[in-house]
T-cell receptor, first 119, second 119 residues
Framework: SAVISQKPSRDICQRGTSLTIQCQVDSQVTMMFWYRQQPGQSLTLIATANQGSEATYESGFVIDKFPISRPNLTFSTLTVSNMSPEDSSIYLC????????????????FGQGTRLTVV | AQKITQTQPGMFVQEKEAVTLDCTYDTSDQSYGLFWYKQPSSGEMIFLIYQGSYDEQNATEGRYSLNFQKARKSANLVISASQLGDSAMYFCAMSFLKRGSGGYQKVTFGTGTKLQVIP
């Protein structure tokens, strides 16, 4: 299993500013994932972060808006840049658990989330 | 493309009764995983149960069981003996191996079911 610590747990930010969210894992993991959950919605994958390479962004998300760092195998950050009220969401980091046999992990672990409100 | 469908936006259940939350999925992959997560109002995502596409037996974890019907592409969650603390959003999710870029497990989420347990 993996224990994920995510900071901050919540924040209220001014429009136009940026917020960096940290995700720390208690074990080394290959892939880390960042999700956004808008109010009343499901989770949407923002990007995948692999240590030592550029993050891979999903359609609709760009690096300039959501820069990601992955300096080592236990840590990642997501920055929400130039925020607007539409960025108010819960942001969650997740880790891949190395699969057994057929290449798929049996769990995807999540941090406790960062509840962001932009005013 | 992979898709998860949860048709019940909200459900009520009497305390101590059992409840079934529906989930259907669509994929052309032969190898995939199915998850259920619980999200209380605090926002964290709590892993409940996992079923692999090759697993012949239905997964069980305490009061949670997954009714896996592969031919119907359904993965319903059954919660037995509901408790007040079970009131939360429940998300069904599917993982599959996204090929390319080294390959990694990608998780797609349904829209969720809000369960309310009535005393």
């Amino acid at each position: 299993s993996a224990v994920i610590s995510q900071k901050p747990s919540r924040d209220i930010c001014q429009r136009g500013t940026s917020l960096t969210i940290q995700c720390q894992v208690d074990s080394q993991v290959t892939m880390m994932f960042w999700y956004r959950q808008q109010p009343g919605q499901s989770l949407t994958l923002i990007a995948t972060a692999n240590q030592g390479s550029e993050a891979t962004y999903e359609s609709g998300f760009v690096i300039d808006k959501f820069p990601i760092s992955r300096p080592n195998l236990t840590f990642s950050t997501l920055t929400v840049s130039n925020m607007s009220p539409e960025d108010s969401s819960i942001y969650l980091c997740s880790v891949e658990v190395i699969g057994q046999g057929r290449g798929l992990g049996t769990e995807a672990f999540f941090g406790q989330g960062t509840r962001l409100t932009v005013v | 493309a992979q898709k998860i469908t949860q048709t019940q936006p909200g459900m009520f259940v009497q305390e101590k009764e059992a409840v079934t939350l529906d989930c259907t999925y669509d994929t052309s992959d032969q190898s995939y995983g199915l998850f259920w997560y619980k999200q209380p109002s605090s926002g964290e995502m709590i892993f409940l149960i996992y079923q692999g596409s090759y697993d012949e037996q239905n997964a069980t974890e305490g009061r949670y069981s997954l009714n896996f019907q592969k031919a119907r592409k359904s993965a319903n969650l059954v919660i037995s003996a509901s408790q007040l603390g079970d009131s939360a959003m429940y998300f069904c999710a599917m993982s599959f191996l996204k090929r390319g870029s080294g390959g990694y497990q990608k998780v797609t989420f349904g829209t969720g079911t809000k369960l309310q347990v009535i005393p």
